[in-house]
């Protein structure tokens, strides 16, 4: 297992996949926490579909003319718009915001594979936007996601109180003063980021579980906010590491085989549960 | 208690999707008094109440507020099984009085500490919310808005779903918030009885306008509490 291991860490594009992928992982699970007690889980969802259009946008508009952008760049500005409108909706009562997001995203995924077959048609890349690849992180991608969870990191710290407050109690947080509604919109920011930098490893299919995975398996067992938020990094953490060996192993997708670790473990956590209440 | 005017209310109207709910409400609150709001749902009480804690903005009318509020709304899903102790969330109470730092300070904890001991709730700091009853999840919420120095502290029907019990000892609690801390309490409640019993003051809201404003001895002879 060791010398598999020391192989794995041998190939410069696995560096890059676990350096990525860890950074991810972790600030994904995080930000998990506040989305999944805030009940915006569903737009983790959608915004993932978001940037699967954005991306085919991108990667069409390189198709044409060459730019030699890095994809990223596009969509990352896209998916936070985008992020911040599904935000807006969800506060505005007047609309539904589940139906929503599910016209949004539905229409970004039809945008995304019509863009990509007028094209270059729909090829390997179409099949590693979609399911991740552990292949596809660049040395680009490898700059704007560590700049990225290393930001998300910090500002959770800054402003874990705040975050803590908000999601408990948004009215009790308003009346007494906090601007609840710039945290939303930080909340929006924060997991449009997280989404498109977690695009390349996991997919655009699979990101939107290891927010929501990490999250729900902690809340089984552990009673204080600070457990559960550390417990979901750790879990988040672990089950990327265990995914991308048995991924490089068995060779089987490193996003499918990421979020089969954390459906193991939710089911192990959930089992504890049971047992504990007896 | 003086009459030092802590709450203005002036003829405030509010409608929602162009229903009127409240209709030119004029009223006041005086510094340290307990004052309840009852009426039936959707009457307009906690409307009112809303728009005095400034979660509902776009009313017609004057209000003024001396002092920061705390406001307890009624509990949601997401807070019933939210993960977090109740030292967690007592604490949390304190953010409203540095809100430029980034972490708790010692004079939070001891805040936060004399809180908890103040609603029999130290030795159970480290339960998870979750887990609790109604009513200590209520007595939780008051120690927090106890922990937030506010001067008024406005809730929305603590006492719903709590049997009588429990309901006596959320109004035990509050009795000694604004009795010993001197702090105003604004109560919706539409279980008219307690209310009476407990406020210095109830004000009764009908489809939106105030019909009753004064002292419980006088109600019980309009014959009106239901």
Redesign the interface.
Known sequence: MIETILVILSHPFMQRAILVGSLVSISAALLGVILVLKRYAMIGDGLSHVGFGFISVALALEHFFAFGWAPLWITMPGVLVVAIILLKIKNNSKIKSDSAIALVSSSALAIGVAVTSWSTGMNLDTCNILFGSILGVTQSDLWISVISSILIGILFILYYRKLFAVTFDEDFAKASGLRARRYGDLIAILTGMIIVIGMTVMGTLLISSIIVFPALTSMRIFKSFKSVVISSGVISLVSFLIGIYLSFVHDISAGAMIVLVNLAFFIIFTIMEMILKK | MNDEKIIKVENVSFAYHSHNVINNVSAHINKGEFVCIVGENGGGKSTLVKCI???NKNYKGNITVIG??????QLTE??NN????IE??VL?GT??NR?RS???NKEDKRICREALEKLALYDMR???FR?LSGGQKQRV?IA??MC?T?KII?LDEPTNGLDPTIAAQVYEALHTLNKENGITIVMVSHDIHRALENADRVIQITKGEIVFNDVPSKFDHRGCGK
Do not use: H, N
Request: include cysteine; proline fraction near 6%; charge should be positive.
């Open positions: 804690v400034g979660l920061r509020v705390a406001y307890l709304s997401v807070q939210f993960p977090a102790t967690e969330i949390s953010i409203a809100p980034i972490f708790y480290k339960k998870c887990e919420l927090r808005a937030s506010a406005v």
